[in-house]
């Protein structure tokens, strides 16, 4: 089983759907959360870093993060066909800030006109 | 703004030859990141320093060595490269803070 999952689609939403993208990770002590977008070929691009319980969102992209249920979300709202990318959760397990990220496996996400 | 720059882009090598991949950190940025993604994979962790000692370590192959100079711009040696060492080589840097920014990447060829 691999520390933090994803699942790996394709996801298809139509233009202007809201995107539902979820992660969960196997260490309860993880204390930094990351949401990166990657074209295929290019590196990963930050959207996204959530540390506490709740919802926080940055234009049109909302992150969720529940620690109790170890899990993490990104919503894409009003998803447009330039979000067409792999959107890979990344975990910080620790036990520094100068420490790795382990990443899912990507879910590919496809935004049809 | 600017960014992480890696150099080369593009590397082509023989099998059992060496490579050096550069990584240039975003400006005050401390802390260096290397990663490998081969085809269809999410990028593994290989190594990192912070201010220029090694900071954590994953599956970096002996094979592999790596340092951060005193201008904070780090080397990823390789040696004795095997097909399989053909991927994508990410470098990322991070402030204080443990945001990590990705460089464009080193596409590296094993013939």
């Known amino acids: 089983q691999k520390e933090v999952e994803q699942n790996s689609g394709p996801l298809s939403v139509p233009e202007g759907a809201i995107a539902s993208l979820n992660c969960t990770y196997s260490?309860?002590?993880?204390?930094?959360f990351f949401w990166y977008r990657q074209y295929s070929g290019k590196s990963p691009e930050l959207i996204m870093s959530?540390?506490?319980?709740g919802d926080k969102e940055d234009g049109r992209f909302t992150a969720q993060l529940n620690k109790a249920s170890q899990y993490v979300s990104l919503l894409i709202r009003d998803s447009q066909p330039s979000d067409s990318a792999t959107y890979l959760c990344?975990?910080?397990?620790?036990?520094?800030?100068?420490?790795?990220?382990?990443f899912g496996t990507g879910t590919r996400l496809q935004v049809t006109l | 703004a600017a960014g992480v720059i890696q150099s080369p882009r593009h590397l082509i090598k023989e099998k059992r030859e060496t490579a050096t991949l550069k990584c240039y950190p975003i400006p005050r940025h401390d802390t260096v990141y290397w990663y490998q993604q081969g085809p269809g994979q999410d990028p593994q962790f290989l190594i990192s320093?912070?201010?220029?000692?090694?900071?954590d370590k994953g599956s970096i192959p002996d094979r592999f060595s790596a340092q951060q100079f005193s201008d904070y711009h780090s080397e990823l040696n390789m040696s004795s490269l095997e097909l399989g060492d053909s991927a994508l080589y990410f470098c990322?840097?991070?402030?204080?803070?443990?945001?990590?920014?990705f460089g464009p990447g080193t596409r590296l060829t094993v013939l």
């Open positions: 990344a975990v910080n397990m620790g036990p520094g800030t100068a420490s790795k990220l382990t």
């Open positions: 320093f912070y201010e220029k000692m090694q900071s």
């Open positions: 959530i540390y506490s319980n």
């Open positions: 260490d309860r002590g993880s204390q930094s």
């Open positions: 990322a840097s991070s402030p204080f803070t443990d945001t990590q920014y």
